[in-house]
Protein backbone atom coordinates (compact mmCIF):
# COMPACT_ATOMS: atom_id res chain seq x y z
CA UNK A 1 0.00 0.00 0.00
CA UNK A 2 1.34 3.48 -0.50
CA UNK A 3 1.83 5.09 2.28
CA UNK A 4 2.08 8.78 3.48
CA UNK A 5 5.71 10.10 4.86
CA UNK A 6 6.62 13.31 6.37
CA UNK A 7 8.17 14.99 3.20
CA UNK A 8 10.34 18.31 3.10
CA UNK A 9 8.18 19.82 0.39
CA UNK A 10 4.59 18.95 1.57
CA UNK A 11 1.33 20.14 0.05
CA UNK A 12 -0.27 22.80 1.32
CA UNK A 13 -4.05 23.52 0.88
CA UNK A 14 -5.88 26.28 -0.25
CA UNK A 15 -9.60 27.98 -0.19
CA UNK A 16 -11.21 25.67 -1.73
CA UNK A 17 -10.70 21.34 -1.92
CA UNK A 18 -7.27 22.23 -4.48
CA UNK A 19 -3.81 21.14 -2.57
CA UNK A 20 -0.66 22.76 -3.71
CA UNK A 21 2.74 21.12 -4.23
CA UNK A 22 6.10 23.09 -4.40
CA UNK A 23 7.59 20.48 -6.02
CA UNK A 24 4.80 20.13 -8.76
CA UNK A 25 5.11 23.11 -9.15
CA UNK A 26 8.78 23.53 -10.20
CA UNK A 27 8.86 20.24 -12.35
CA UNK A 28 5.79 20.23 -14.06
CA UNK A 29 6.79 22.35 -17.15
CA UNK A 30 10.05 20.18 -17.89
CA UNK A 31 7.76 17.24 -17.60
CA UNK A 32 5.74 18.25 -19.45
CA UNK A 33 7.83 19.37 -22.62
CA UNK A 34 9.54 15.74 -22.35
CA UNK A 35 6.01 13.96 -22.79
CA UNK A 36 5.14 16.14 -25.50
CA UNK A 37 7.69 15.13 -27.53
CA UNK A 38 7.46 10.97 -26.83
CA UNK A 39 3.70 10.90 -26.07
CA UNK A 40 1.06 9.35 -28.35
CA UNK A 41 -0.98 11.99 -30.35
CA UNK A 42 -4.45 10.37 -29.85
CA UNK A 43 -5.49 7.73 -27.02
CA UNK A 44 -5.98 6.95 -23.33
CA UNK A 45 -3.17 8.51 -20.84
CA UNK A 46 -3.40 6.88 -17.51
CA UNK A 47 -1.60 9.30 -14.34
CA UNK A 48 -0.84 7.11 -11.51
CA UNK A 49 -0.11 8.70 -8.01
CA UNK A 50 -1.63 11.94 -9.52
CA UNK A 51 -1.36 13.86 -6.44
CA UNK A 52 -2.73 17.26 -6.00
CA UNK A 53 -3.47 17.15 -10.02
CA UNK A 54 -0.93 20.22 -11.07
CA UNK A 55 0.66 17.50 -13.56
CA UNK A 56 -2.81 16.10 -14.97
CA UNK A 57 -4.27 20.08 -15.95
CA UNK A 58 -0.89 20.68 -17.60
CA UNK A 59 -0.47 17.71 -19.40
CA UNK A 60 -4.12 17.66 -20.66
CA UNK A 61 -3.92 21.42 -21.89
CA UNK A 62 -0.59 20.73 -23.33
CA UNK A 63 -1.79 17.25 -25.50
CA UNK A 64 -5.31 17.83 -26.08
CA UNK A 65 -5.41 14.58 -28.59
CA UNK A 66 -5.25 12.51 -25.17
CA UNK A 67 -8.19 11.47 -22.97
CA UNK A 68 -6.18 11.89 -19.21
CA UNK A 69 -7.15 9.34 -16.51
CA UNK A 70 -5.83 10.56 -13.63
CA UNK A 71 -5.85 8.34 -10.12
CA UNK A 72 -4.85 7.96 -6.88
CA UNK A 73 -5.76 6.07 -3.36
CA UNK A 74 -6.01 9.39 -1.32
CA UNK A 75 -9.53 11.05 -1.52
CA UNK A 76 -8.27 14.26 -0.31
CA UNK A 77 -5.94 13.96 -3.35
CA UNK A 78 -8.76 12.64 -5.65
CA UNK A 79 -10.99 15.62 -4.10
CA UNK A 80 -7.76 18.35 -5.28
CA UNK A 81 -7.83 16.78 -8.69
CA UNK A 82 -11.44 17.16 -9.64
CA UNK A 83 -11.32 20.82 -8.23
CA UNK A 84 -7.94 22.05 -10.50
CA UNK A 85 -9.53 20.04 -13.27
CA UNK A 86 -12.68 22.30 -12.91
CA UNK A 87 -10.75 25.67 -12.30
CA UNK A 88 -8.61 24.48 -15.48
CA UNK A 89 -12.21 23.80 -17.70
CA UNK A 90 -10.04 21.14 -19.34
CA UNK A 91 -12.58 18.99 -21.09
CA UNK A 92 -10.56 15.59 -21.77
CA UNK A 93 -9.31 14.90 -18.43
CA UNK A 94 -12.17 11.84 -16.73
CA UNK A 95 -12.98 11.85 -12.97
CA UNK A 96 -10.21 10.84 -10.80
CA UNK A 97 -9.92 7.09 -9.88
CA UNK A 98 -9.40 5.49 -6.91
CA UNK A 99 -5.94 3.40 -7.24
CA UNK A 100 -3.61 2.05 -5.44
CA UNK A 101 -0.98 1.26 -8.07
CA UNK A 102 1.37 -1.15 -5.23
CA UNK A 103 -1.84 -3.62 -4.74
CA UNK A 104 -1.96 -6.55 -7.32
CA UNK A 105 -4.18 -7.09 -10.18
CA UNK A 106 -5.55 -3.08 -10.97
CA UNK A 107 -4.15 -3.47 -14.72
CA UNK A 108 -7.49 -5.43 -15.45
CA UNK A 109 -9.50 -2.48 -14.62
CA UNK A 110 -6.98 0.73 -15.79
CA UNK A 111 -6.31 -0.71 -18.92
CA UNK A 112 -4.80 -0.94 -22.20
CA UNK A 113 -3.52 2.72 -21.97
CA UNK A 114 -1.85 3.83 -24.73
CA UNK A 115 0.52 6.22 -22.24
CA UNK A 116 1.09 5.62 -18.50
CA UNK A 117 2.85 8.34 -16.49
CA UNK A 118 4.10 7.76 -12.58
CA UNK A 119 5.80 10.55 -10.99
CA UNK A 120 7.84 10.66 -8.02
CA UNK A 121 6.50 7.43 -6.45
CA UNK A 122 8.99 4.96 -6.61
CA UNK A 123 11.33 6.46 -3.80
CA UNK A 124 8.41 6.38 -1.73
CA UNK A 125 7.86 2.49 -1.51
CA UNK A 126 9.22 -1.06 -0.95
CA UNK A 127 10.98 -2.85 -3.54
CA UNK A 128 8.37 -5.73 -3.32
CA UNK A 129 6.04 -2.95 -3.91
CA UNK A 130 8.37 -1.29 -6.70
CA UNK A 131 8.01 -4.97 -8.83
CA UNK A 132 4.55 -5.03 -8.19
CA UNK A 133 3.62 -1.48 -9.49
CA UNK A 134 6.21 -2.08 -12.47
CA UNK A 135 4.54 -5.44 -13.34
CA UNK A 136 1.07 -3.74 -13.11
CA UNK A 137 2.27 -1.28 -15.54
CA UNK A 138 3.40 -3.23 -18.39
CA UNK A 139 0.11 -5.33 -18.26
CA UNK A 140 -2.01 -2.20 -18.22
CA UNK A 141 0.32 -0.94 -21.24
CA UNK A 142 -1.18 -1.22 -24.88
CA UNK A 143 0.78 -2.03 -27.56
CA UNK A 144 2.48 0.39 -29.29
CA UNK A 145 1.81 2.24 -25.89
CA UNK A 146 5.17 4.54 -23.82
CA UNK A 147 5.35 4.52 -20.21
CA UNK A 148 7.03 7.60 -18.37
CA UNK A 149 8.18 7.09 -15.26
CA UNK A 150 10.24 10.20 -13.56
CA UNK A 151 11.85 10.71 -10.58
CA UNK A 152 15.45 10.48 -8.46
CA UNK A 153 17.38 7.14 -8.99
CA UNK A 154 20.91 6.24 -7.41
CA UNK A 155 23.20 4.99 -10.55
CA UNK A 156 25.32 2.02 -10.20
CA UNK A 157 23.99 2.34 -6.45
CA UNK A 158 25.16 5.72 -5.48
CA UNK A 159 23.42 8.89 -5.36
CA UNK A 160 24.02 12.01 -7.71
CA UNK A 161 24.23 14.50 -5.62
CA UNK A 162 25.01 15.18 -1.71
CA UNK A 163 21.16 16.87 -1.48
CA UNK A 164 20.14 13.18 -2.88
CA UNK A 165 22.00 11.06 -0.62
CA UNK A 166 20.62 12.76 2.59
CA UNK A 167 17.18 12.56 1.39
CA UNK A 168 17.63 8.94 0.83
CA UNK A 169 18.85 8.61 4.12
CA UNK A 170 15.76 10.74 5.35
CA UNK A 171 13.29 8.71 4.00
CA UNK A 172 15.13 5.18 5.08
CA UNK A 173 15.18 6.75 8.59
CA UNK A 174 11.34 7.37 8.49
CA UNK A 175 10.98 3.60 7.18
CA UNK A 176 13.87 1.49 6.10
CA UNK A 177 11.78 -0.10 3.06
CA UNK A 178 12.01 2.67 1.11
CA UNK A 179 14.75 4.71 -0.31
CA UNK A 180 15.74 5.55 -4.23
CA UNK A 181 15.85 2.61 -6.09
CA UNK A 182 18.60 1.91 -8.48
CA UNK A 183 17.87 2.93 -12.56
CA UNK A 184 19.62 -0.36 -13.83
CA UNK A 185 17.27 -2.63 -11.14
CA UNK A 186 13.91 -0.43 -12.70
CA UNK A 187 15.33 -0.77 -16.33
CA UNK A 188 15.43 -4.91 -15.61
CA UNK A 189 12.25 -5.07 -14.08
CA UNK A 190 10.67 -3.72 -17.04
CA UNK A 191 12.61 -5.43 -19.69
CA UNK A 192 11.95 -8.69 -18.18
CA UNK A 193 8.24 -8.04 -18.32
CA UNK A 194 8.31 -6.93 -22.28
CA UNK A 195 9.07 -3.52 -22.48
CA UNK A 196 11.43 -2.08 -24.33
CA UNK A 197 13.45 1.16 -22.49
CA UNK A 198 13.22 3.85 -25.14
CA UNK A 199 15.06 6.62 -23.42
CA UNK A 200 16.69 8.11 -20.51
CA UNK A 201 16.45 12.00 -20.10
CA UNK A 202 18.49 14.06 -17.71
CA UNK A 203 15.66 16.41 -16.16
CA UNK A 204 16.24 19.08 -13.36
CA UNK A 205 17.72 18.71 -10.06
CA UNK A 206 19.22 15.29 -10.95
CA UNK A 207 16.06 13.38 -12.02
CA UNK A 208 15.25 11.47 -14.80
CA UNK A 209 12.88 10.51 -16.68
CA UNK A 210 12.92 6.95 -18.34
CA UNK A 211 11.18 6.31 -21.08
CA UNK A 212 9.96 2.75 -21.57
CA UNK A 213 7.15 1.18 -24.77
CA UNK A 214 5.88 -2.23 -25.56
CA UNK A 215 6.22 -3.49 -29.01
CA UNK A 216 2.97 -2.49 -31.44
Known amino acids: MIRKLDLPDAAGATADARISAPSALRNR ?8 RIAPKHGCALEIASGTGEHVIRFAAAMPGLEWQPTDPDPTRRASVAAWVADAKLRNIRPALHLDAASPGWAKDHGPADLIV ?12 VATVLAEVAKALA ?12 RDGQATSQGDADFDTALRAQDPAIGYKDMADVIAML ?7 ADTIAMPANNLLLVFSRPA
Open 29 to 36: DAITAELT
Open 118 to 129: LINLLHLISMPE
Open 143 to 154: PGGRFALYGPFL
Open 191 to 197: QSHGLTH
